[in-house]
């Protein structure tokens, strides 16, 4: 009994091996043909990313190029920025040196409010973000130095008359009041 069992087992097992190998030659064309458009859809995929990543390295150069020339401009820029500065502040110390000597009567103090609130002015023009505050801001600073222009002028007219910067301090008074 053990014998015919043993038998009708292993005859499974050769018939079941035997199907599997039956099987595997008829799909054998089948498996070659899957295996190689396997193979080829790698290589396609492997050649797509190699192309994506020369893409990427030369999109990459392109933005550094870019950028490094807007950095170059911006630098240029704030040079710029910063000689205009200078000569601003070079221009308002001239202005106060000005007032000293046409209002030589007058304390050193006013001749220092008005350079200091030139000077704000010129601060809080260069630190606007809205172009459209700073060209505010610029049209006050300029429309407060033609004041103090014109005091300078007024006062060396009439030297013997001791006067005020009267237009210079209305405008601060009134950007005060």
């Not at 007058?106 to 200091?116: S, W």
């Amino acid at each position: 009994m053990i014998a015919r069992w043993l038998t009708a087992t292993l005859d499974f097992l050769r018939r079941n091996h035997d199907d599997q190998l039956q099987w595997q030659l008829t799909r054998q064309e089948d498996l070659a043909e899957l295996r190689l458009a396997k193979a080829l859809a790698e290589q396609e995929q492997v050649a797509q990313l190699k192309k994506q990543a020369q893409l990427l390295v030369h999109e990459l150069a392109v933005t550094k190029t870019i950028n490094n020339n807007d950095l170059a401009m911006v630098k240029t820029r704030c040079k710029q920025d910063l000689k205009d500065y200078q000569q601003y502040l070079q221009s308002l110390d001239k202005l106060k040196i000005s007032l000293r000597e046409s209002y030589a009567h007058l304390p050193e103090a006013v001749a220092f409010t008005i350079h200091h609130h030139a000077k704000q002015l010129l601060n809080n023009m260069w630190e606007a973000t809205d172009n459209q505050k700073k060209i505010r801001i610029e049209m006050q600073l300029l429309q407060f130095m033609t004041a103090v222009h014109e005091d300078s002028q007024a006062a060396l007219q009439t030297p013997h008359q001791p006067a005020l910067p009267e237009k210079a301090l209305a405008f601060i008074d009134a950007e005060t009041g």
